[in-house]
């Protein structure tokens, strides 16, 4: 790093006379670096995915609750269960049913088997056609009644509402004593109990966000949580020129679905040209920055700037790497004044001629 010492007209004539009169200001070189820069935007905590419980039966009253809102669940566990005892009746009635269609079955075997054991010509042709016929109409009633008990079974364990996956309870409509109706939602659960934040960011910095970047997310009681962004939306909103990032929270998060909280993702950064932010100097409204040329002038350039961290700024436009720029002390040069070369903290050096 260089020290830059501003001759005025008057000094320049007297150069040398009286250092300790002279300004000095600090030179640093625009070179091409990564800037640490981060892609701001805000969203809603929601769940991963929403599984919404409803019932399969119908015109049955809810006669047990076993979970509530925020209770862990796992798959199979049974959430809510429906007044049984109608379907337990009916069941009993199938089971006699097709107790009774399998006695019929029995009885016409062994008429049929017995018509085909006796002597030909003692019983008819016809008579033995009308017992097969009776075998194969038993046949069909007893499966019948197995249907209709098969069907009931299904029917009662559609009575007992079950977590179809690893879950949490995040809303709970159910009551007790409450008669539901087929589709009617009892419950709504987080699948796995992931949650995610469904953030908006600027058109434009959905081309530097990918899967598995690191984000910050700053909660209203400003805390900070780690996450890994998981998926960029394909779409745009053409209203609000917002693009969604959705952003995996970790499993030990106790945000809150509903939650409004900040975001910022880590920038696929690429190198870039960046000078020190104090560099800049405004003039007329423009930023620009002093450069030295070779015959020690200070020279104002306008730059286009870009983005900026805490310390540095990138420079989109107006300079080239390597030129050298005043970082300290420029907003008390003008355009075209000589200048004179020194080392930080060491001997001064030769003016630059």
């Known amino acids: 790093m260089l020290i830059i010492t501003c001759l005025t007209d008057a000094d320049a004539a007297d150069r040398g006379h009286d250092r300790s009169l002279l300004l000095t200001v600090t030179v640093d070189t625009v070179r091409k670096s990564q800037m640490d820069s981060a892609i701001v935007g805000t969203g809603t905590v929601a769940a991963w995915r929403e599984l919404p419980i409803s019932s399969e039966a119908n015109g049955f009253a809810i006669v047990e609750i076993r979970a509530d809102e925020g209770d862990k669940v796992e798959k199979g566990q049974v959430l809510a269960r429906l007044n049984q005892s109608l379907l337990l009746a009916q069941i009993d009635q199938n089971k006699a049913a097709e107790a009774e269609a399998e006695a019929s079955l029995a009885n016409a075997l062994a008429d049929q088997k017995r018509a085909h054991a006796v002597t030909s010509g003692v019983i008819s042709q016809q008579t033995i056609e009308q017992r097969e016929t009776l075998v194969k109409t038993a046949t ?146 423009k930023a620009a920055v002093f450069t030295v040329s070779d015959d020690g002038t200070a020279v104002l350039k306008t730059v286009t700037v870009g983005r900026k961290s805490s310390s540095t700024v990138e420079v989109v436009q107006g300079l080239t790497a390597g030129e050298r720029i005043v970082v300290e002390g420029a907003g008390l040069l003008n355009d075209g004044e000589k200048v004179r070369a020194e080392v930080a903290s060491a001997q001064p050096l030769k003016a630059i001629p």
């Not at 992931?194 to 690191?214: C, H, I, K, M």
């Not at 805390?223 to 394909?234: D, G, I, L, N």
Request: net charge positive; aromatic share 4%; hydrophobic share 45%.
């Open 140 to 285: 069909a009633k007893l499966a019948s009644a197995r249907a209709i008990l098969k069907e009931t079974n299904a029917k009662l364990a559609q009575t007992e509402i079950a977590a179809p996956t690893d879950a949490i309870v995040a809303v709970r409509n159910a009551s007790v004593g409450q008669v539901v109706q087929a589709g009617t939602e009892l419950f709504r659960l987080i699948q796995d109990g992931r949650l995610e934040v469904n953030a908006l960011v600027p058109e434009a910095d959905t081309f530097r966000v990918f899967p598995q970047q690191s984000a910050r997310i700053i909660d209203p009681m400003r805390r900070v949580s780690h996450a890994k962004v998981r998926h960029v939306a394909p779409v745009v909103d053409a209203r609000t020129r917002l693009g969604t990032v959705r952003v995996a929270l970790p499993a030990n998060t106790d945000l809150k679905p509903g939650m409004f909280v900040r975001v910022e993702i880590e920038a696929s950064n690429i190198p870039t040209l960046t000078v020190p932010l104090k560099s800049l100097v405004w003039r007329d409204g």
